[in-house]
């Protein structure tokens, strides 16, 4: 395919500049297609816009939003934040999605000096356009049921999942994540959103935690008639044990919200009986929200076995360097490991799925966050549960055409995956 070529090419130059690559294998493609991503020891290892681009796929530019600095809504540096907007039309000039950014997050002083010089923690390094696919696109045969909404993806430079609210006078670092959250809603809400007919918040990853944490306040900014539900990709962390007995995600976590601040902004509906650490863990959130929250995970996600379940810091012998890199390498035992994180994952969801307004997407997958990219979310030769794409089910549920409850068999049973391998 001439297209493909073009395509796969102009990646090798990417590669060639970052000098690291990831291969995504798909069980029904007859070649492994590249894409690129930063360096692993950025937790924003595999951000969905990261996955390369056609020549004609929609760039949308920044809009900074200018009245932010008056309400102390800046970026780690001070800088204003920001979003792209593409607005919508036809059928869906009063329907928006918002899409909060992922990107990681920083636990100490040390890691968010060094990401408040990235686009992660300023707008002075942010892509002034960004591509949008996926749930972002604005073709019919790519994004069926949103193609022609409103669709915005809010920049993420803070480092709490635009949660925290603080700051750090002598390293000169302002964590304000709750009030980037809040002034991007008023510019939005300024600019027509405020009339939406319908709505949906969504993000991957760190954005997807971000859309759990706020989706019951992304409700109450709309009238009762207006409906508004929200979608989580990627961002169901777990509170799980790593490889060597410990907990490095609780670790992480316990630092991001003790540094940010990020306590007082936590739902009350858990902060009431449980420590700040355990409310930012979407486990002990989901059954809790009232707004209808869809959520769209993998069930062997691949930042958290890289980053929580067997980091380099839990697996000092190396024993887990080859599997964690490509899942073909993995012993009997160390798949039967991540089966029980598998099992983990459903165990958490029990209460959540009980609720017929809520719905789910867990495929047994190697990967992470699924939305924003076109070829896991609606292509040829997308992820499939029971022959439908990740793309056919989040609509089936936001527009109440079917209850969407599906889960996975157990690896191996899916050939359709968009499998991530690591070299």
Request: proline share 3%; net charge positive.
């Amino acid at each position: 395919m001439p297209q493909l070529g073009v395509e796969v090419l102009t990646m090798k130059v990417l590669l060639v500049w970052l000098g690291i690559v990831v291969v995504v294998v798909s069980s029904k493609a007859s070649e492994a297609v590249e894409h690129r991503y930063v360096n692993a020891s950025d937790l924003n290892l595999l951000e969905a816009h990261e996955a390369g681009r056609a020549a004609y796929t929609l760039m949308v530019g920044l809009t900074l939003i200018q009245t932010a600095a008056a309400q102390g809504a800046v970026c780690l540096d001070g800088s204003l934040p920001g979003y792209h907007l593409h607005r919508g039309y036809g059928s869906g000039a009063n329907s928006w999605i918002v899409n909060l950014e992922g990107g990681g997050w920083c636990n100490d002083v040390r890691t968010c000096i060094y990401r408040k010089k990235t686009r992660r923690g300023s707008s002075a390094f942010m892509e002034k356009e960004i591509p949008f696919t996926g749930i972002l696109s604005n073709k019919a045969e790519q994004n069926p049921d949103f193609f022609n909404w409103n669709r915005v993806k809010i920049r993420y430079c803070d480092g709490a999942s635009f949660a925290g609210d603080g700051e750090h006078k002598a390293a000169r670092l302002q964590f304000r994540g709750q009030r980037i959250w809040m002034a991007a809603m008023e510019d939005l809400m300024s600019k027509g959103m405020r009339f939406a007919r319908q709505a949906l918040l969504s993000g991957c990853s760190a954005g997807g935690l971000a859309t759990i944490i706020h989706c019951d306040e992304f409700r109450g900014l709309f009238p009762r008639s207006t409906k508004v539900k929200c979608l989580s990709d990627a961002g169901l962390f777990l509170d799980a044990t790593d490889v060597s007995g410990g907990h490095t995600l609780r670790d992480f976590f316990s630092g991001v919200v003790g540094l940010q601040g990020v306590q007082k902004n936590l739902p009350r509906t858990c902060t009431n009986h449980l420590d700040p650490t355990s409310c930012f863990f979407p486990q002990n959130l989901i059954a809790g929200i009232r707004t209808p929250l869809f959520i769209l995970n993998t069930a062997y996600d691949s930042w958290q076995i890289q980053s929580s379940l067997a980091p380099t810091t839990a697996d000092p012998g190396g024993n887990w360097h080859d599997c964690r890199k490509n899942y073909y390498r993995c012993s009997g035992s160390q798949i039967q490991f991540l089966q029980g994180f598998r099992n983990e994952m459903l165990n958490s969801m029990k209460g959540f799925s009980r609720s017929n307004q809520n719905g789910m997407f867990i495929n047994s997958c190697f990967a992470h966050c699924q939305s924003e990219r076109q070829d896991t979310w609606f292509a040829d030769n997308s992820p499939v549960i029971r022959e439908k794409a990740i793309a056919l089910a989040v609509g089936d549920w936001f527009f109440n055409r079917a209850v969407v409850k599906d889960i996975d068999c157990a690896y191996p049973c899916d050939n359709t995956c968009h499998n991530l391998i690591f070299r």
